[in-house]
Structure formats: C-alpha cells, structure tokens
C-alpha cells in the first residue's frame, strides 16, 4: 500500500503536531507502508522559515527513507488574526502545486490529511478527494472552529465562524473515513455524521528499544515542563502561582512560544528555583526528560477533544504527571493512575499535590512509575496501534 500524508507540520520542527504527523509516517513505513509527505516549509514553532529552506519556493527531500515535498508558506506566530489566516492560506494555494505530479498522485492508495488547519484540510480534500478521486483520511486533532471559540480566536456566531463551521462540516462529510485523537472527537463527528467510519489515533509514543533505568526520587523533587508556552498553557500564571523555593523542590523548562520573554524576566536571578533550558531536539528532549521525577501539564482552557499529547511523550520515560485541567485528559491521569488532577488555576490543589509526590515514600511513587511504563506497552502502546490502523486503512 502507498500512502500520502499531507500535514501543515512536519519535522525537523518541534512540538506536538509536528511530533504527531512525523511518529504516524515513520510507523506506517516501518509496517511496510510506502509512505510520502506532502507539507510547507518547516517554521514551527517560531514562525521563521529554517535554514536550508529559506528562499525557495519548492523542496524534494527523503527523511528516514520517506520523500517528503516540501511547498512555500507565509510563515509566523503573530497573534495577528490576518497574519494567521494569510499563513493558513498560503500554504492551501501553493500545495495546488504539488498537482502538477498526476502519476505520482494516482499512484497513492490513501490519503492522509492532518486538520487543523482547517483551510488546509479543506484545500487537500478538495484537491486529492474530488480532483483525483482517492480515499482520504481525516486526522484531527483539534475540532475547529469550536477550539477556536473556547480559546478566543473566533467569537460564536461571526462571519469567521460561520466560515469555518462550513469548512468543517465540509471536510467531515467528504473524508471517506475518520481518525480522531480522543473520544470526544469521534463522538462529535457522529453527532453530525452517524455512520462515518471512525478509529481513536492517539498522539503515542514509539517504544524504547531497551528498558527506561530503574527510578530513583531527586533530592530535592525534580519537576519539568517541554512544551509551548502559550495561551492554552498559560505557564507563565502557573510560575508566578507556586512558590517553587519554598517548598524546595525545582521547576525545569523547555521549549518556547509567546509568554517565553514574560518567563525570563520572571525568573532572572535565579532565586525562585526556575530555570529555563531553552530548545531541545526531539531525541535530546526524551533524554533529558529521565533526569526529573514530575512533569506538569497545564490545561489553561477546557478545549473540546483536546488531549494534551505531553501525556503520551511521558509514559514511556516512566514520569509521573501532575495535571492541571479537566476533561479527556484529565481522566486519563486520574483513572490509570499517571499521576495527581486539580483543576486549572485552583494552584492551592496543584502546590498540595506537588507537596503530595515530595513526601511520598520512594514505594508509592514506584507505583506511578510503574503504571505509566506498563500502560505505555499495553493500553498505550504505540506498535499495537499501529497494527490496528493499519488494518483500519487497509480496510
């Protein structure tokens, strides 16, 4: 079987959906799935064309013995509504391009495209679904337009959303089959669409090839947070919330995004036991992730569907998780026993649980670990996935 993927992100960027898009087309070739990526110009997450693709409007590259086609896009991370929407857009149009390859298209038995973007989606369903007839596959990983809302981008009821809401059920209704990140994703496209054919893909993690070595607690408590640091994060509350010294454990960060200049100015001095690591590539960062005993991960916003992927990048390096949010993910936390819940902004519940993992006997917190590593080769596993879609898409 030969299959395309088209997705806004790929690597050699950084962050979840490129990690996402980049885990799924490595998992498909290594079941024997000849698989291509179609995407833009890698950018993300600082919104600037990376060296080695500046100034080009095309670029054909093989990655881990994929071919990955490469088209120009206005890249940014401007808050700027136009300048979001004209980076949408851009890169809608110049795939466009990638049509002028019609043996190579018709070669492809499925398509594979990543939303959001919605405008994206809706330009690759457009061209591989109804120009050249393929069986396409939706990945979604975020409902748009109503995350859109639930984050302030878009108010319910405008023309912008009244927009989007028709390119969602646009994309929804022509996708010949579709793959979700949660639950509650699947469950929203079959209230608009009974009978859709439907398969949960979680943002999993490949398996280490060796046992994670056996944990012991630091002294003092190590925590970590790698991620964005953005609005749906909102990190920087969470920093100025815990008194981090007081209670002598240290708070470790990596990664980047809006409030990054927020956090430095923060922290400078060094004295409220926070420090700032900057970026880390994918392999360093899972290295690296083996050095600490928590992980935090905040939930600023209860987004429909949403399931922070930084759950599954943990379970297979054993770390316990201290979860501030609700919903999907929440629940996950909760009910395999990864880790401690509180609600975001409830910081009270969130320093209690901190205080909870730093007097814990070296015993109870093997019990996480332990859960986290066993779930990660069962429940979670990635290769068992893998198998089980690629019969789905097979199908």
């Known amino acids: 079987m030969k299959v395309l993927i088209v997705s806004f992100y790929y690597e050699p ?26 995407t833009c110009m890698p950018n993300y997450p600082k919104g600037k064309i990376f060296k080695g693709y500046k100034g080009r409007f095309s670029k ?9 086609y490469r088209y120009w896009t206005y890249a940014t991370v401007s808050k700027n509504p136009f300048k979001r929407v004209l980076a949408m857009t851009s890169y809608a149009a110049t795939m466009w391009a990638f ?3 019609r043996k190579l298209i018709k070669s492809y038995d499925r398509v594979i495209i990543q939303s959001p973007p919605i405008l994206v989606a809706a330009s690759a369903i457009r061209l591989f679904g109804k120009c050249f007839g393929k069986q396409t596959i939706l990945n979604i990983s975020d409902l748009w337009p109503m995350s859109a809302v639930e984050l302030g981008f878009v108010r319910e009821g405008s023309r912008s959303y009244k927009v989007l809401s028709g390119l969602e059920r646009y994309i929804y209704k022509n996708a010949s089959a579709i793959m979700g990140q949660s639950q509650e994703i699947l469950e929203h496209v079959l209230a608009m669409f009974p009978g859709k054919k439907t398969f949960l893909y ?7 090839h060796g046992e994670v070595v056996s944990k012991k607690r630091n002294r003092p408590l190590k925590i970590v947070y790698a991620g964005l640091f953005g609005v749906a994060q909102d990190i920087y509350s969470l920093l100025r919330s815990i008194d981090f010294a007081a209670m002598g454990v240290e708070m470790h960060l990596y990664g980047g995004g809006n409030q990054t200049k927020m956090i430095e100015e923060y922290i400078k001095g060094g004295d409220k036991n926070i420090w700032y690591h900057g970026y880390l590539a994918k392999q360093e960062m899972s290295s690296a992730l083996r050095n600490y005993d928590l992980s935090i991960i905040p939930l600023a ?8 992927s930084k759950i599954f990048d943990l379970l297979p390096e054993g770390i316990p998780i201290l979860f501030s949010g609700v919903g999907e993910g929440a629940r996950i936390v909760e009910e395999c026993g990864f880790g401690l819940v509180s609600k975001h902004g409830d910081y009270v519940a969130l320093a209690r649980n901190i205080e909870t993992f730093a007097k814990m006997s070296e015993e109870d917190y093997l019990k996480y670990v332990d859960n986290c590593l066993r779930e990660s080769r069962t429940t979670f596993s990635f290769a068992n996935q893998m198998e089980r879609f690629c019969k789905f898409i097979e199908e």
């Open 13 to 38: 960027e950084l962050g979840a959906a490129p990690s996402r898009i980049t885990n799924l087309a490595k998992g498909l070739k290594n079941s024997g799935v000849d698989v291509d990526v179609l």
């Open 60 to 68: 054909k590259e093989v990655v881990d013995g994929i071919n990955v």
């Open 99 to 101: 049509a002028f390859k």
């Open 202 to 208: 979680r943002n999993l993690q490949p398996e280490h």
């Open 301 to 308: 916003t209860n987004i429909y569907g949403a399931v922070p």
